[in-house]
């Protein structure tokens, strides 16, 4: 098979591809600009910034998200690549077939990535090994085809036969390249549905190889999509009456003043209060504990700071649970 280059910067992805950074425009800073753009300010100090990156992504505001972008250069495997171009957001420029001959360089999977077909899901592998010796064939029958249909068009192309003809013999293990320019908006959509559990392992590798890069260039804001996004829950209507009907009135009790002790230990970090006031604090707050309760709680507490907007918030969500 070909040879395997890897370039300056990039990170490698299954046996022969790669994806890079080549360029990219605005950091955090940007978002936050554009988000206040109404306002005609500029950044204050980092913490506010990163709060309204957060209140952002949790609100959903996504077009200052749209003012930073990402241009990568990519080497993925054809039928990688077919699935990467389902997000039309994107301006993608690949290496053509057309006019450029093809390089021998195939995905060959490794034996521990060959997995039965789902019997659940369509689209998917099983969890369930498959026997060694399967495995074998397998990846003997990737090698041995790859191999045979690389001669073929190689002897098509030396006969003369036009490029653009002779190319459809090559299978889709073949690897392509191209470059790929995306805003950050589309750019985390592209990372929820690529980097989940149920992507196909090979456009996983490479959504968490490009995670990782736009990590280091907007850490406030992949901080936001990770904790919002990729990690965070969403519940319908129907999930909601169920949560109202069946959880019971002190689970939700509960959680209302593990919140409320949050919030206040949040906003005793922003504006130190005296001992003697912390407890007013937390009735004004909503708490419920008697002042002898609230000492004992704060005292034995494990100091968790939450954020002010964000506990507000929750605690609005979890008022509308029980009512």
């Not at 021998?104 to 369930?128: C, L, M």
């Not at 090698?143 to 192309?157: A, D, G, I, P, V």
């Not at 129907?238 to 409320?260: A, G, Q, W």
């Not at 709680?297 to 969500?317: H, P, S, Y």
């Amino acid at each position: 098979m070909g040879s395997y280059d890897l370039p300056d910067g990039a990170v490698k992805c299954l046996d022969k591809g790669f994806i890079r950074l080549v360029d990219s425009m605005g950091r955090d800073a940007a978002i936050v600009q554009a988000a206040r753009v109404s306002y005609g300010k500029g950044t204050t100090k980092v913490s506010r910034d990163r709060a309204l990156i957060r209140y952002l992504m949790r609100h959903h505001h996504s077009t200052p998200f749209e003012m930073v972008e990402f241009k990568f250069h990519a080497k993925m495997p054809i039928f990688v690549a077919r699935q990467w171009v389902r997000h039309r957001t994107a301006n993608i420029n690949e290496y053509s077939l057309r006019y450029s001959e093809a390089v021998d360089d195939f995905y060959i999977p490794r034996p521990e990535n060959v997995h039965f077909q789902s019997k659940w899901n369509k689209q998917g592998r099983e969890t369930a090994d498959v026997p060694a010796e399967l495995k074998a064939k397998t990846v003997a029958y990737f090698k041995e085809m790859s191999q045979r249909s690389y001669e073929l068009y190689t002897e098509l192309n030396e006969a003369g036969i036009a490029r653009e003809l002779a190319r459809a013999v090559l299978p889709v293990n073949l690897y392509t390249q191209w470059y790929w320019k995306n805003d950050l908006h589309n750019t985390f959509h592209f990372l929820r549905l690529r980097m989940d559990d149920h992507a196909q392992y090979e456009i996983r590798v490479y959504a968490t190889a490009m995670a990782e890069i736009v990590k280091r260039v907007v850490p406030n804001a992949y901080e936001a999509f990770e904790d919002y996004i990729l990690n965070g829950m969403f519940f319908s209507r129907i999930d909601r009456e169920i949560f109202r009907k069946k959880l019971p009135e002190r689970v939700k009790e509960d959680l209302l003043d593990d919140v409320t002790y949050q919030l206040v230990a949040g906003l005793h970090a922003n504006k130190p209060r005296d001992e003697n006031e912390l407890y007013k604090l937390y009735q004004k707050e909503g708490g419920q504990d008697s002042e002898a309760d609230f000492a004992i709680k704060w005292a034995a507490r494990d100091n968790a700071e939450g954020n002010i907007f964000e506990m507000r918030e929750l605690k609005e969500k979890l008022y509308k649970l029980g009512s």
